[in-house]
């Protein structure tokens, strides 16, 4: 079976600060991983795609992956409290072709 | 231009019933997904489409079939309403069934089953 993992939070940071979100999955094959934003009563916004080990940059975002560690990680810089919300990870696999998604961590940022 | 529309945005069913969730996706992409959220979970994978043709299932019962249709349009279509199928569902869309193709996320349709 597989499962994709993060940290249910809550996760709270204060505005300005980088918040770190972590996910694991167990899928060796995973090739592509995704992070979605989900605020409250709204549908999962896509936010950052990862495909090759290492660093993306998309703004204030960040995203790291790790395939050795079957680790995905998303960093927010410079915090605001409009980034409060759910965040999903979410991976794909082979010829499986649908998401896997975590249960999501909830970002509160505080002003 | 448009997203992934679907409708209707609010549905109020007793068990036993049956409903049809409706799916637009955006202009150009050609496959469809459709998920479940039950509240304080990400999405659960139920249906892939592409080209009209299922093309992956995820583990929910009979009850819940899918269609999609020359226009890429899509339904979801579930039978026998148990309390426990109250939840977001949810369709996205993407250009193929490339992997690394993201899903957009339609709106959802919230199912409530009383």
């Known amino acids: 079976q597989k499962e994709v993992e993060q940290n249910s939070g809550p996760l709270s940071v204060p505005e300005g600060a980088i918040a770190s979100l972590n996910c694991t999955y167990s899928?060796?094959?995973?090739?592509?991983f995704f992070w979605y934003r989900q605020y409250s009563g709204k549908s999962p916004e896509l936010i950052m795609s990862?495909?090759?080990?290492g660093d993306k940059e998309d703004g204030r975002f960040t995203a790291q992956l790790n395939k050795a560690s079957q680790y995905v990680s998303l960093l927010i810089r410079d915090s605001q409290p409009s980034d409060s919300a759910t965040y999903l990870c979410?991976?794909?696999?082979?010829?499986?072709?649908?998401?896997?998604f975590g249960s999501g961590t909830q970002l509160t940022v505080l002003p | 231009d448009a997203g992934v529309t679907q409708s209707p945005t609010h549905l109020i069913k007793t068990r036993g019933q049956h409903v049809t969730l409706r799916c637009s996706p955006i202009s150009g992409h050609k496959s469809v997904s459709w998920y479940q959220q039950v509240l304080g979970q990400g999405p659960q994978f139920i249906f892939q489409y592409y080209e009209k043709e299922e093309r992956g299932r995820g583990n929910f019962p009979d009850r819940f079939s899918a269609r999609q249709f020359p226009n890429y349009s899509s339904e979801l279509n579930v039978n026998a309403l148990l309390l426990g199928d109250s939840a977001l569902y949810l369709c996205?869309?993407?250009?193929?069934?490339?992997?690394?193709?993201?899903?957009?996320f339609g709106n959802g349709t919230r199912l409530t089953v009383t």
């Open positions: 899928d060796r094959v995973s090739q592509s």
């Open positions: 979410a991976v794909a696999s082979g010829s499986a072709r649908q998401l896997t």
């Open positions: 990862i495909y090759s080990n």
């Open positions: 996205a869309s993407s250009l193929d069934i490339r992997e690394f193709s993201p899903l957009h």
